[in-house]
């Protein structure tokens, strides 16, 4: 077996999360991301006299919400990301930007990357407090975007 034959899995707990516009941020602090999914849509069209099935016509891609997560910090309010997100909930300014996700190996090296084009915050949310619960306080943004194109990095 030569070494293309082998296979190497990715782990999917070590990753970083970069923002290239409208600043730049490399944060590998997330907990959670999710919403990296794409979806063609398809346009069903019956044809006259063919009874034996239905053609399914490609139309556009769609995207759903990227979803990030972290524990709160006390400062995170002052970041050019957090000054970004309220900007465009609170004062409804729109600054769409370019972000990257890299699943990293243990060397920080990327292993697949995903290029996202055209992203805006559409959603800022705090975890539930609980008086009788010790945990710590998550925050959520969910971004909107425009496309992504995944790379093998290796």
């Known amino acids: 077996m030569t070494g293309k034959d082998t296979k190497s899995y990715m782990s999917a707990f070590s990753f970083i999360v970069s923002f ?42 769609k995207y759903k919400n990227i979803v990030l997560k972290r524990a709160m910090e006390s400062h995170s309010l002052d970041s050019d990301l957090m000054k970004w997100v309220k900007g465009a909930l609170e004062d409804f300014i729109f600054k769409p930007g370019d972000m990257t996700i890299s699943i990293v190996d243990e060397n920080i090296k990327p292993l697949r990357t995903w290029n996202v084009t055209g992203v805006y915050p ?25 496309s992504f194109k995944v790379e093998n990095d290796t």
């Open 20 to 61: 290239k516009r409208p600043f730049n941020l490399e944060d590998s602090g997330w907990q959670e991301v999710s919403g990296l999914m794409s979806e063609l849509s398809v346009e069903e069209y019956k044809e006259g006299g063919e009874n034996g099935f239905v053609w399914k016509l490609p139309k556009e891609a």
């Open 122 to 146: 559409v959603k800022m949310e705090s975890s539930s407090l609980h008086a009788n619960k010790n945990e710590l306080a998550i925050e959520t943004i969910e971004l909107a975007y425009r």
